[in-house]
Nanobody, 127 residues
Framework: QVQLVEAGGGLVQAGDSLRLSCAAS????????MGWFRQAPGKEREFVAA????????YYADSVKGRFAISRDSAENTLYLQMNSLKPEDAAVYYC????????????????????WGQGTQVTVSS
């Protein structure tokens, strides 16, 4: 069993920053790609950012490029998402996910390729 546990969400004002974390535990799995997705009320879950676990290559949705930064600490099995200059439209439940099959970077946006998901952490941004 693989567990992904997110933390770090909260209520902030527009322009503020937040750092999300995602701790992975459980059985060893081939962690090819890890990513962050988000889902706002009434909307579909969407891709935010991904990182290639070996090598550290990163890939972002256009909507967060230049404001968000994904990183990982391999020794701690932890994924991070640094979110700066937050906007009200960034408000959502943020999920971390791990994929063993996503192909860098052609399919990293495809949430169906992520077999493991956290429970999500709420980010609220007031204007």
């Amino acid at each position: 069993q693989v567990q992904l546990v997110e933390a770090g969400g909260g209520l902030v004002q527009a322009g503020d920053s937040l750092r999300l974390s995602c701790a992975a535990s459980g059985r060893t799995f081939r962690r090819t790609v890890m990513g962050w997705f988000r889902q706002a009320p009434g909307k579909e879950r969407e891709f935010v950012a991904a990182i290639r676990w070996i090598g550290g290559n990163t890939y972002y949705a256009d909507s967060v490029k230049g404001r968000f930064a994904i990183s990982r600490d391999s020794a701690e099995n932890t994924l991070y998402l640094q979110m700066n200059s937050l906007k009200p439209e960034d408000a959502a439940v943020y999920y971390c996910a791990a994929s063993e099959t996503a192909t860098w970077n052609l399919t990293v946006r495809n949430l169906r390729l992520y077999a493991y998901w956290g429970q999500g952490t709420q980010v609220t941004v007031s204007s």
